[in-house]
């Protein structure tokens, strides 16, 4: 296609999904009409998971969720004859990318051997252009230093280097009399660590910005400055902003942010770019802010009381009783309010998703009542080590308690990392104790959903629920539960909701909801939705929640299968226990179920995932994911026919599996 313009960028703008989508991607919109326009045979865009490596010390190497997913948007959203070829690759996994990559171009009649030569030497054209652009890099800085004039390097991603983006502020900074490199120039970058780094360093983009910002820090010249772009609509840059803002200032060095979006003028800009230069020249000296960071969690802090905000009704309290039995005080914050909120805008940024302000505010506020001493306190976030910006809750938790005061309270994460910070638990009796629990709890959230709203006595089914909740609860104190307590808990559950009264009448309407996973289940968040709408008539359907923990392990047995990544042998074989475990206990409340009146059978994800007609491709993994589409289908296919998506707004992850698809 050929170079970005507004003329094009307008073209493609009534096929974007999303108003708040970021402007890099409703420019590739008005790319794909540009092609179209030269009437091409086809159009490539490949869906890149994973990226290169940037520091050595990196977690993963992910792609921001727009830039892997977009192409199946661009592919449902914009009309045309012409195919756009979409397949997915990874270039920390190099034989996959030759193997795709083949798959993809035999039918065309190139052979195995002309694509590995094509990779290679696109491989080495691009070492080329990179060693020119830092040897280019280090003469300027040589030249700054020599001349005594203000370095900024400017720090964003790689489609801000796009002219019609950036709007030419690398021409404005050098017409204003200094020089300016980009953050990907710096000459010794891969030499450096991502060590004391507070968020999570698995995307590749936000890697190399941090370690660009440990340079600046590095450099005895107290002309150098930062100066990072900012997209709009720009979901992981809530997370990047701050914590490059905090080590660039950390070293006493100066930081400013601009936002991009579709307006050219460029008056604001120049202003904050003038008043950047002039402090440069006044600039005498580092005032360095050493870093503060949470106190570590340690052996001596197991007996403390562990904070964790609230998830949704029955869930949430059953995860009391299974940390009780491997020796933590769980206590769950049961009241959520506005004044949560308030608390989580204070300390979260602006752009980050409604649930991370919802649970760190709740924390915070927790915290700030009086009733917890922070020093003999641990709070704790759940966190899912994915592509979607969630994986970030505890750093921004962190940030939050450090900005509050709080850096004496140690955050632990109630992942598969928890046992790097500390927090060791038997792993094969929290699987058991959480899985018959929640299967239980899924149990009884269907029986109730296809009992409210035909129950003759009104609040007889919520009632049931409730005092059906209590005893488990209580039970689950009492004595770790077993597969034997299961089968007659579910047993008498059944019995108890088969004699609630309801009325002889056809099915009402069914309405159903998904979406992001704590907006669908905390009541407080989606405005308490599912009572609104069963007083209105509808009856909800819901999928269970435990399928959410199923969704992981075919997603890793996807991407190993497609050599969309290297396998993990390790995390194959848990996600695979995990799996069997869930079928196991599933399986049972299922033979339960059917005893109940009013069943009706839920389908499965490896049954739906034999229907040729997913809606989604699996490597579409951030968020909800190919999960999100796949159980509208379902529901669909059940019958119901109009469908609810819950999303916090901004959330990327929406951009593509809900509201782009």
Not at 480 to 507: C, D, G, H, R, S
Request: net charge positive; aromatic share 12%; proline share 4%.
């Amino acid at each position: 296609s050929d170079n970005t313009t507004k003329k094009m960028y307008y073209k493609g703008l009534r096929t974007v999904a999303a108003d708040n989508l970021c402007l890099p991607a409703k420019v590739a919109n008005g790319h794909i009409f540009n092609l179209i326009n030269k009437k091409v045979d086809r159009i490539f865009y490949p869906s890149i998971v994973f990226e290169e490596k940037v520091g050595e010390d990196a977690e993963n190497t992910y792609n921001c969720p727009i830039v892997t997913g977009y192409g199946e948007v661009l592919k449902r959203n914009i009309k045309s004859d012409i195919p756009i070829d979409s397949f997915a690759m990874s270039f920390n996994y190099m034989s996959g990318v030759k193997h795709n990559a083949y798959e993809y171009l035999k039918e065309y009649g190139i052979t195995k051997s002309q694509v590995g030569e094509a990779i290679k030497f696109g491989m080495e054209v691009e070492y080329k252009s990179i060693q020119l652009r830092k040897n280019l890099a280090k003469d300027i800085i040589k030249k700054a230093k020599a001349e005594d004039k203000p370095l900024i390097i400017l720090l964003g991603r790689p489609y801000h280097l796009d002219p019609m983006i950036n709007t030419g502020i690398m021409d404005l900074i050098y017409d204003l009399g200094a020089y300016a490199i980009s953050e990907d120039s710096i000459p010794d970058l891969n030499e450096m660590n991502l060590e004391g780094v507070l968020p999570l360093t698995q995307w590749s983009d936000h890697n190399r910005l941090y370690l660009a910002a440990k340079w600046i820090v590095n450099q005895n010249y107290n002309k150098v400055a930062a100066l990072q772009l900012n997209s709009f609509g720009c979901g992981p840059d809530a997370v990047v902003v701050d914590e490059v803002k905090t080590i660039v200032e950390s070293g006493g060095k100066i930081y400013i942010s601009i936002k991009i979006d579709e307006m050219s003028n460029l008056g604001a800009a120049k202003i904050r770019i003038r008043s950047l230069l002039e402090a440069l020249n006044q600039n005498k000296g580092f005032n360095i802010k050493p870093r503060i960071y949470t106190k570590k969690f340690t052996k001596s802090d197991k007996k403390k009381t562990i904070l964790v905000p609230y998830f949704a009704k029955i869930y949430s309290e059953l995860l009391e009783p299974v940390f009780y039995h491997l020796g933590y005080n769980i206590e769950t914050l049961y009241h959520q309010s506005n004044e949560a909120v308030d608390e989580g805008l204070k300390y979260v940024n602006n752009d980050m998703c409604y649930p991370a302000i919802v649970v760190i505010g709740d924390l915070i506020k927790a915290l700030k009542s009086g009733k917890y001493d922070p020093d003999e306190t641990v709070v704790a976030l759940s966190q899912t080590n994915g592509q979607c910006r969630a994986s970030n809750y505890v750093p921004l938790l962190k940030k939050a308690l450090i900005d509050a005061g709080f850096f004496n309270t140690p955050v632990i994460s109630l992942s598969s990392d928890s046992f790097k910070q500390g927090f060791t638990f038997n792993p094969i009796k929290f699987l058991k104790y959480t899985v018959i629990l929640f299967t239980i709890a899924d149990g009884i959230m269907r029986m109730k959903l296809r009992t409210k709203p035909f129950e003759i006595n009104k609040g007889e089914t919520i009632a049931l629920v409730n005092k059906l909740l209590e005893q488990l609860h209580s039970d689950a104190y009492y004595k770790p539960p077993t597969k034997k307590y299961l089968q007659k808990f579910m047993k008498y559950a059944v019995a108890e909701f088969n004699k609630i009264p309801v009325e002889n009448k056809p099915v009402k309407k069914r309405i159903g909801i998904v979406g992001e996973i704590y907006l669908k289940n905390n009541c407080f968040s989606n405005n308490y939705l599912v009572e609104w709408l069963e007083q209105r008539g509808y009856e909800v359907v819901l999928t269970s929640y435990i399928k959410f923990f199923e969704y992981g392990f075919y997603s890793r047995v996807y991407l190993a299968k497609e050599r969309i990544t290297e396998p993990d042998k390790t995390k194959i074989t848990t996600g695979a226990i995990n799996h069997l475990t869930i079928e196991h206990y599933r399986k049972l409340v299922e033979e339960e179920l059917k005893n109940f009146n009013r069943y009706e059978k839920e389908v499965l994800i490896s049954e739906a995932l034999q229907h040729k007609d997913e809606p989604l491709p699996r490597y579409l993994q951030f968020g909800e994911g190919w999960l999100l589409p796949l159980e509208i289908s379902e529901m669909v296919k059940g019958g119901v026919k109009d469908v609810i998506s819950l999303q916090p707004f901004g959330c990327i992850s929406n951009q593509i599996v809900a509201k782009g698809v």
